[in-house]
């Protein structure tokens, strides 16, 4: 596996124990608190590695995650 593919995967497992944790409170409140927290603590290399996974697929990515990435894409091209 290559540096690169290590890095995103490493990415994707970091999103989805942030959505698994917020899962606590209901779907709803986890995607939007997934979201607040990619946004405000996720270093924006970060935020535009994850969001070029997903639009590549984004292979591994939970539904809550998933959704929270999908909405973050929407907030960066507005």
Do not use: C
């Amino acid at each position: 596996m290559s540096a690169s593919a290590a890095y995103d995967e490493k990415l994707v497992y970091m999103a989805n124990q942030i959505a698994r944790n917020f899962s606590i409170h209901g779907e709803e409140k986890a995607v939007a608190s997934t979201l607040d927290h990619i946004r405000m603590f996720w270093d924006p290399r970060m935020r535009a590695r994850i969001l070029d996974h997903l639009r590549a697929g984004g292979v591994g990515l939970e539904p809550t995650t998933r959704r929270a990435l999908e909405l973050l894409s929407l907030a960066a091209t507005e």
